[in-house]
T-cell receptor, first 116, second 111 residues
């Protein structure tokens, strides 16, 4: 298996632009997580899905952030409009259902977002 | 508030030495604890997962222990190598639908 795949790996955009990050989880995994990592705040869970259904989006910072999972093999995280404080590394992770959200998680390589 | 703490934030050790990384958590009612490794510019790699009913887990030169009553876990690395240099994070599942991560310990192995 190729592991969790994220694209793009790097994104540089200007304030106000729309940004879409993409994730393909490991085949057969039932949970998908979106995280954000910054030096100041460390790793933060933004939202997670179980069987394509959003379960907890309490970590989404603002309405500018939205996430979808139209099928078991694809998810997007969208920021519209983007702001400089959104600059961070965004990770996608997936896991099997057994053990719930606390089961072993497999992370993608991340997308480094820079908003100018 | 459920928190996970890792001290120190950075550690340098000569190659070949054994070392211990620490993780402490505020609530002993945990479901499991995971140790991850993160290389610069890369994602997190799961190293070990310890269930609440276990006291330790081993994988190669790595051994993770769990003491729920004292709210502590340690990651023991034997015979350290330069390739072990990375940031190590622990994450606790308190059963509240998400992992709570520590801020990590940046480990440097000096050749």
């Amino acid at each position: 298996d190729a592991g969790v795949i994220q694209s793009p790996r790097h994104e540089v955009t200007e304030m106000g632009q729309e940004v879409t990050l993409r994730c393909k989880p490991i085949s057969g995994h039932d949970y998908l997580f979106w995280y954000r990592q910054t030096m100041m705040r460390g790793l933060e869970l933004l939202i997670y899905f179980n069987n394509n259904v959003p379960i907890d989006d309490s970590g989404m910072p603002e309405d500018r952030f939205s996430a979808k999972m139209p099928n078991a093999s694809f998810s997007t995280l969208k920021i519209q409009p983007s702001e400089p404080r959104d600059s961070a590394v965004y990770f996608c992770a997936s896991s099997w259902a057994s053990g719930g959200p606390g089961n072993e998680q497999f992370f993608g390589p991340g997308t480094r977002l820079t908003v100018l | 508030k459920q928190e996970v703490t890792q001290i120190p934030a950075a550690l340098s050790v000569p190659e070949g030495e054994n070392l211990v990384l620490n993780c402490s958590f505020t609530d002993s009612a945990i479901y499991n604890l995971q140790w991850f490794r993160q290389d610069p510019g890369k994602g997190l790699t799961s190293l070990l997962l310890i269930q609440s009913s276990q006291r330790e887990q081993t994988s190669g030169r790595l051994n993770a222990s769990l003491d729920k009553s004292s709210g502590r876990s340690t990651l023991y690395i034997a015979a350290s190598q330069p390739g072990d240099s990375a940031t190590y994070l622990c994450a606790v599942y308190f059963g509240n639908e998400k992992l709570t991560f520590g801020t990590g310990t940046r480990l440097t192995i000096i050749p």
